[in-house]
T-cell receptor, first 112, second 117 residues
Framework: GENVEQHPSTLSVQEGDSAVIKCTYSDSASNYFPWYKQELGKGPQLIIDIRSNVGEKKDQRIAVTLNKTAKHFSLHITETQPEDSAVYFCAASSFVWRALTFGSGTRLQVQP | NAGVTQTPKFQVLKTGQSMTLQCAQDMNHEYMSWYRQDPGMGLRLIHYSVGAGITDQGEVPNGYNVSRSTTEDFPLRLLSAAPSQTSVYFC????????????????FGPGTRLTVL
């Protein structure tokens, strides 16, 4: 089955700095890679996703890159703000096996 | 739309008790699933359903049962609760297809925090 590893487990940055979270996956059949943000006491919320036919995707201050050959993908947050503080999860799935396999999460702390 | 709703928000059980965690969605999604979240382990799939009347096991199905009699509802049953089932449980749903393309975008409910003593 699929295995997703996520690093780092915690990340502290100053407001305005950039944050990068990295994930690797094992199953070459995976072709959908979402990123979820989870605030305390809430369910995961999709913030951006990328499919395997695309190398990069941006949405305002958030971007995701995918390297299919190396089987890794990354989340980039620029100009971080205190409200970006949360736990971020990467995940992988395929069109055949729709269930998401999650990474272990990164706790991002943005210091004002 | 209310989205994905889950009840109860919190529950405490004694070992051996049974209970049902409720999940409902009003988006007419075909695909629904249950995950559990434990510290440092991300979310792990328990059971999933691709439509009414169809269910299958995920990564950690032991001790749990599901059924899908309607498109809207996907309850999760704990048959005989054990302390190892102390966790936060999330239900998620998605369309199977969008515009002729398989759709994997899943929407999560707010979760049920379960403690088994």
């Amino acid at each position: 089955g699929e295995n997703v590893e996520q690093h780092p487990s915690t990340l502290s940055v100053q407001e305005g700095d950039s944050a990068v979270i990295k994930c690797t996956y094992s199953d070459s059949a995976s072709n959908y890679f979402p990123w979820y943000k989870q605030e305390l006491g809430k369910g995961p919320q999709l913030i951006i996703d990328i499919r395997s036919n695309v190398g990069e995707k941006k949405d305002q201050r958030i971007a995701v890159t995918l390297n299919k050959t190396a089987k890794h993908f990354s989340l980039h947050i620029t100009e971080t703000q205190p409200e970006d503080s949360a736990v971020y999860f990467c995940a992988a799935s395929s069109f055949v096996w729709r269930a998401l396999t999650f990474g272990s999460g990164t706790r991002l702390q943005v210091q004002p | 739309n209310a989205g994905v709703t889950q009840t109860p928000k919190f529950q405490v059980l004694k070992t051996g008790q049974s209970m049902t965690l409720q999940c409902a969605q009003d988006m007419n999604h075909e695909y629904m699933s249950w995950y559990r979240q434990d510290p440092g382990m991300g979310l792990r799939l328990i059971h999933y359903s691709v439509g009414a009347g169809i269910t299958d096991q995920g990564e950690v199905p032991n001790g749990y049962n599901v059924s899908r009699s309607t498109t809207e509802d996907f309850p999760l049953r704990l048959l005989s609760a054990a302390p190892s089932q102390t966790s936060v449980y999330f239900c998620a749903s998605s369309y199977s297809m969008t515009g002729g393309t398989p759709n994997n975008e899943q929407f999560f409910g707010p979760g049920t925090r379960l403690t088994v003593l």
